[in-house]
């Protein structure tokens, strides 16, 4: 039922920007926090932002931290990374992520590709 289904990964030139979208069904979207996380090849996964569902909180690594913005639509059942300034490192697959109760749920990814 839990679906999370991302789109907007591609291939950007350093300093530029993307937009991810995670469009979310099969929970009440509105009562959960939500998250991106993103995996480079050969290294863990890390979180990147995170957004909560009542006042819409959010928080950043370190390393996005002032290029990144997250956001989310609840009319929409939406949540979005705005990635601005992008750098090689940023390339990675990014997963979105719904912390649902007691339970994770994630979307299939998108790569991300930054290089010149």
């Known amino acids: 039922q839990v679906q999370l289904v991302e789109s907007g990964g591609g291939w950007v030139q350093p300093g530029g920007s993307l937009r991810l979208s995670c469009a979310a069904s099969?929970?009440?979207?509105?009562?959960?926090?939500m998250s991106w996380y993103r995996q480079a090849p050969g290294k863990e996964r890390e979180l990147v932002a995170s957004i909560s569902n009542l006042l819409q909180l959010t928080a950043y690594a370190g390393s996005v931290k002032g290029r990144f913005t997250i956001s989310r639509d609840n009319a929409k059942n939406t949540v979005y990374l705005q990635m601005n300034s992008l750098k090689v490192e940023d390339t990675a697959v990014y997963y979105c992520?719904?912390?649902?109760?007691?339970?994770?749920?994630w979307g299939k990814g998108t790569l991300v590709t930054v290089d010149s």
């Open positions: 992520n719904a912390r649902v109760g007691d339970m994770d749920f």
């Open positions: 099969g929970f009440t979207f509105s009562s959960y926090r």
